[in-house]
């Protein structure tokens, strides 16, 4: 089933907060940052130390979500599905 596209009020937020996401592994601390500003992203998360994720593990590819389980671009996972014992995202999203 195709993932439907985001619409104009996503792609706003983006383009003002950032266009991709990193968000730890460990407690979930989220940043928004553009792709030109990559390297200036913490390596551990500020909050805990944890690994803080940017890039699909699987093809490299940004993350867009802040709730991304899975890639967009190749649906492999890119974190549990679930943190402090609450799914992320709900079934069929």
Same mark, same amino acid.
């Given at each position: 089933?195709?993932?439907?596209?985001?619409?104009?009020i996503?792609e706003?937020?983006?383009?003002?907060? &950032?266009?991709?996401?990193?968000? $730890?592994?460990? %407690?979930?601390?989220t940043?928004?940052?553009?792709?030109?500003? #990559?390297? +200036?992203?913490?390596r551990?998360?500020?909050?805990?130390? &944890?690994e803080?994720?940017h890039? $699909?593990?699987? %093809?490299?590819?940004p993350?867009?979500?802040?709730?991304?389980? #899975?890639? +967009?671009?190749?649906?492999?996972?890119?974190?549990?599905?679930?943190?402090?014992?609450t799914?992320?995202?709900r079934?069929?999203?």
């Amino acid at each position: 089933m195709a993932k439907p596209k985001r619409n104009w009020i996503q792609e706003e937020r983006r383009k003002t907060l &950032g266009d991709w996401v990193a968000f $730890c592994l460990t %407690c979930g601390h989220t940043l928004r940052y553009f792709l030109d500003d #990559e390297d +200036e992203l913490p390596r551990a998360c500020p909050q805990c130390g &944890g690994e803080l994720r940017h890039r $699909c593990p699987s %093809c490299s590819a940004p993350i867009a979500s802040a709730f991304a389980v #899975e890639c +967009e671009e190749c649906g492999a996972p890119v974190r549990p599905a679930e943190l402090f014992g609450t799914t992320i995202r709900r079934p069929g999203r």
